[in-house]
């Protein structure tokens, strides 16, 4: 069943540029302890942060071809979840119950997305915009959601890298910022909030065009601020 | 003439000289020194070498040298032919290879001491060690985003130089003292540029990438 409810169930939880192929890295949402990696297919894929066969955490593991690696006895896991080699049993065949749990998880408009609602639609069609960086604030997604809302945000007053911002609109994904940066430059910001726990967020910044060093310098020494105005007001 | 390590294999500090000496690919003698449990580096023959009691130390035939961003400076000055590891081709390189030296012992001084806490039981304020720690963190993770912006991959242009390796180890370690590296995207992408530099070797809570070659078949 797809209600509008299931649109927002998607979680931005990095940025395309972010994870490269080959990569590995942790994601913590909602309680849940999880990898996120890309095969060198260029496959986005999320599994459960716990090797079955003896607890480590598979974000510890690397990506050889197309199957995440466990670090610690090189079992290897391929984008169904299912263990498909075990380096010390090379003649075996892994049964199908040694398997680790995965979520369905995109690359789309320029973010990796995991949904905990395994009947998710389809997320909408959205630009894929270049990454800027994302940044980790000690703060709820509430929090953060309230502060954008309320239009309070914070300035940068350095001659050249100064911006003073306005948020443009919220969507159910992310929310837009236009920055008027000191030099005379603007960029728009694309900020998607993802709720690590309950007293910590991550945003994953992108930019909208083409922007030159010093405007992305600017934009990320902004970032900078927000996430201390955040923190301080919060 | 050789050069000659004093060396206990769990320092970064230690560390620091193990690895730039393997990227120089440059021979040197070690001994091991036991700091953990022996406190062998407050015995008085090793005062006699070091009176200050710390490790690394480095000798050179005459000349001893009793901190690791000293010998990085010796050693790039003195065996690297490349001449890229410390370049001093302007006042503002020179200057920010400093800045990341002393960058370094804020690392050590941090998160270097929450892994001590962590690992060997030395005593400190540890919530406050660890707020301090993601502090530098922080300013690590701005500066590579910021490098990140310029298309370069290290800390002072885009081929490393003895700024990375003295900020490496302690940054690489910084799990070992509770203080993980989810929130430093940029600064992981740096440690993989660096675990990826032709001739790295370990240590023991950094390993090698495992993603490049096959492992031995059994």
Known sequence: ?234 | MSLHLYDYVLSGNCYKVRLFLALLNQHCDVTAVDFFPGEAHLSPTFLEINPAGTLPVLTDGDLTLCDSAAILVYLAQKYDNSGTWHPSTDAATSAWIQFWLAFASKLSDTVGQARLHDMLNLPCDIDATRTAGHRALRELESHLSEQGFRGHRFLIGDTPTIADIACFPYAALAPDGGIEHDDYPAVRRWLVDIRRLPRFIEMPGIHRLHDQADDPTP
């Open chain 1, 1 to 234: 069943m797809n209600t509008a409810a299931d649109i927002t169930s998607w979680l931005p939880v990095a940025l395309s540029d972010g994870l490269p192929d080959g990569g590995v890295m942790r994601v913590q949402t909602a309680g849940h302890d999880l990898a996120l990696w890309r095969a060198h297919d260029h496959s986005v894929h999320c599994v459960d942060n716990r090797c079955p066969h003896r607890g480590m955490r598979l974000s510890f593991g690397f990506v050889r071809g197309n199957r995440l690696n466990c670090i610690y006895h090189g079992w290897q896991y391929g984008e169904t979840g299912a263990c498909a080699y075990i380096p010390a049993h090379p003649e075996l065949t892994p049964p199908e119950s040694l398997c680790v749990p995965t979520l369905p998880c995109v690359d789309h408009g320029g973010r990796v997305w995991i949904t905990l609602d395994p009947d998710a639609t389809a997320l909408p069609a959205m630009p894929a915009h270049p990454g800027l960086r994302s940044v980790a604030v000690n703060v709820s997604q509430d929090r953060i959601q309230a502060a954008l809302g309320s239009g309070a945000l914070p300035s940068t007053t350095h001659p050249q890298r100064g911006c003073s911002a306005r948020v443009l609109d919220t969507s159910a994904f992310d929310c837009r910022i236009a920055l008027d940066v000191a030099t005379g430059d603007t960029a728009t910001l694309v900020v998607s909030i993802q709720s690590v726990s309950a007293e910590r967020s991550q945003l994953h910044t992108q930019l909208t065009a083409a922007a030159s060093v010093e405007l992305k310098v600017a934009a990320s020494r902004w970032l900078d601020a927000l996430r201390d105005h955040l923190e301080a007001t919060a």
